[in-house]
Structure formats: C-alpha cells, structure tokens
Antibody
Framework: DVQLVETGGGLIRPGGSLRLSCAASGLTVNNNFMSWVRQAPGKGLEWVSI???????YYADSVKGRFTISRDNSKNTVYLQMNSLRAEDTAVFYC???????????????WGKGTTVTVSS | QSVLTQTSSVSGAPGQRVTISCTGS?????????VHWYQQLPGMAPKLLIYGNTNRPSGVPDRFSGSRSRTSASLAITGLQAEDEADYYCQSYDSSLSAWVFGGGTKLTVL
C-alpha cells in the first residue's frame, strides 16, 4: 500500500523557520515526482513545490526564495524547509506524488493526510 | 483570485445530476493542458477523482465523469448521493506562471 505521512507542523512566529517531512512507504521518492500542496484555513488548494526524480526543483512564486524542497533517499523522505515564514503561510501542508506523461500533464494521485503550520505571534 | 475559475457552490437532490465547471485561459486549459479533478471530503485530504480530462482512477464510481472543451472543463456527477457532499477542485498547468494551478473549489451540497 502506498502511503505518505507528513510531520513537522506546528506554531511558529513570523520570520521563523520550520522543516516539514514527508515519509513515504510503498513508493521510492527518488523514482517519483514529489510535491507539496497547501491549503489555508477555509481556502482552496495551492501548489507549493515539486522535486523531480532527476533532482530538479520548482516553486510557486509565493514561496520562491524562502522555501526549499529536498529529499533523503536513504530515509525515503521528502522535506520542505520553510524560512522567513509569514502569517499568510498558515495552512495545512500536504505531500503528494505527482505523475503524468509530461510535466504539463502532471496530477497528484497519492496524498498524505497533511500537517498544520500556524504562523502567528 | 484563482487562475482557474469555479462556481463557489452547487447543490442537488439525491439521485439528480449536477455539473461543476472550471474555466481557464489560453495559458492553461486553452493550451491543451490536461484538467484533473479532486474530491475533498470534510476534514480530509484531497483525493484524485478524474485525471487526464476524462479518466477515472480505479475505485472511482462511473457516476463521476469529466470533459474538456477549448478553455473550460466540467465534472458531472449523476445519481447524486449524500456521500458526494464535498469540495471539488479542478487542476491544470499554467505556462505563464510555470506552475500547477488549482481552481478555487466548488462546494457540493446534497439537499
């Protein structure tokens, strides 16, 4: 069974840093395209970042320069390092596998349950 | 303001048919990029419902179907059931943003 489990969320002050983890089972993260999607309270879904199987990384404009996606193949885990956090980063962060024939056809077929990040003083 | 526009809410009685629309532009749906749909039950993570405009993953009932035209897409649900009450999101790729984008979501209420 394929499973993604996110951890690392919590309450953090504006300007602070947090690292989210996404532990995978049933799939190998370095053979897949792994993504982070977030959902602010009462709002819709927003794509945040993706790491390709070849290591290339991409980010939404709203987090570029502040967030970094990475992976540890030995732990089969994907990370999202979040720096310079703002109140508007408050959201549930989901880890998801992206798949498809080509990047512009990608969709997210496996999702974790999410971890909550609250940025507040 | 989402790049993909969805009606905020739709409702229907059990057994009825409802459609949820997703309108884009020439840099996403109009560029022939695929549209995908997700169902999010209250308090749950999103779940893939339709991929590649019209395809259902294994386990998704055939009551759910997707279609796409020039710059828009639709999700149709027939034989509405109480368990279908959820938020539904469309998703595609936008070449102007170089990003995967979601619609703002449509809340389906089963009367």
């Amino acid at each position: 069974d394929v499973q993604l489990v996110e951890t690392g969320g919590g309450l953090i002050r504006p300007g602070g840093s947090l690292r989210l983890s996404c532990a995978a089972s049933g799939l190998t993260v370095n053979n897949n395209f792994m993504s982070w999607v977030r959902q602010a309270p009462g709002k819709g879904l927003e794509w945040v970042s993706i790491i390709y199987s070849d290591g290339r990384t991409y980010y939404a404009d709203s987090v570029k320069g502040r967030f970094t996606i990475s992976r540890d193949n030995s732990k089969n885990t994907v990370y999202l390092q979040m720096n310079s956090l703002r109140a508007e980063d408050t959201a549930v962060f989901y880890c998801a596998r992206a798949t498809g024939e080509y990047y512009y056809y990608y969709y997210m077929d496996v999702w974790g349950k999410g971890t909550t990040v609250t940025v507040s003083s | 303001q989402s790049v993909l526009t969805q009606t905020s809410s739709v409702s229907g009685a059990p057994g009825q048919r409802v459609t949820i629309s997703c309108t884009g532009s020439s840099s996403n749906i109009g560029a022939a990029y695929d549209v995908h749909w997700y169902q999010q039950l209250p308090g749950m993570a999103p779940k893939l419902l339709i991929y590649g405009n019209t395809n259902r993953p294994s386990g998704v009932p055939d009551r759910f179907s997707g279609s796409r035209s020039r710059t828009s897409a639709s999700l149709a649900i027939t034989g509405l059931q109480a368990e279908d009450e959820a938020d539904y999101y469309c998703q595609s790729y936008d070449s102007s943003l170089s990003a995967w984008v979601f619609g703002g979501g449509t809340k389906l209420t089963v009367l």
